[in-house]
T-cell receptor, first 111, second 114 residues
Framework: EAGVTQSPTHLIKTRGQQATLRCSPI?????VYWYQQALGLGLQFLLW???????NRGNFPPRFSGRQFPNYSSELNVNALELEDSALYLC??????????FGPGTRLTVL | AQSVTQPDIHITVSEGASLELRCNYS??????LFWYVQSPGQGLQLLLK??????LVQGIKGFEAEFKRSQSSFNLRKPSVHWSDAAEYFC????????????FGKGTTLSVSS
């Protein structure tokens, strides 16, 4: 069974640009979660999508947004990039339980 | 406030020695507890989870963890550490239903010496 996949592996942007990160959940999982792992800040919850809708978001500004497609894959968009957005962005998926399975992450570097 | 504390930032263990990583949590509802492992530059791999029932849970790679409600702890153990266990370990707590944001500890980095 294929796990959670994320693309790209690495992404380099400059301040003010927009970044788009992609995630494909485990087959059969309808929930997708996004987390940010920034140096010194640990793992922080960003967003939860389920059945195509944003259901919950963490304490992040509106320039962090995303969507979930009919096939349950998801996109995370970060607008007006700031230097402190540099981090590993992890996507996870789950079915109806609380067990979240994580992908390998996208390393975003903002210059 | 809901939180997870991993008191040890970095631990070094000799190969073949036993390991215990500590985790304490504060959570308003019934806690569902997880341990994940992260190798450098990689995502998180689920080691084990506790939802209910037997308080000693077995996971992958020979790891086990014990839930102690009275101490609000969920410590991870392994009887004999291998060099390949060197990684960062995260304890997390959730509410046991889809959509719950997991709350993670800051992680413990495990180094294994030969």
């Amino acid at each position: 069974e294929a796990g959670v996949t994320q693309s790209p592996t690495h992404l380099i942007k400059t301040r003010g640009q927009q970044a788009t990160l992609r995630c494909s959940p485990i087959s059969g999982h309808t929930s997708v979660y996004w987390y940010q792992q920034a140096l010194g800040l640990g793992l922080q919850f960003l967003l939860w999508y389920d059945e195509g809708e944003e259901r919950n978001r963490g304490n992040f500004p509106p320039r962090f947004s995303g969507r979930q497609f009919p096939n349950y894959s998801s996109e995370l968009n970060v607008n007006a990039l700031e230097l402190e957005d540099s981090a590993l962005y992890l996507c996870a998926s789950s079915s109806q339980t609380d067990t979240q399975y994580f992908g390998p992450g996208t390393r975003l570097t903002v210059l | 406030a809901q939180s997870v504390t991993q008191p040890d930032i970095h631990i070094t263990v000799s190969e073949g020695a036993s390991l215990e990583l500590r985790c304490n949590y504060s959570y308003g509802a019934t806690p569902y507890l997880f341990w994940y492992v992260q190798s450098p530059g990689q995502g998180l791999q689920l080691l084990l989870k506790y939802f209910s029932g037997d308080t000693l849970v077995q996971g992958i790679k020979g790891f086990e963890a014990e839930f102690k409600r009275s101490q609000s702890s969920f410590n991870l153990r392994k009887p004999s550490v291998h060099w390949s266990d060197a990684a960062e370990y995260f304890c997390a707590v959730g509410a046991g239903q889809a959509g719950t944001a997991l709350i993670f500890g800051k992680g413990t980095t495990l180094s294994v010496s030969s």
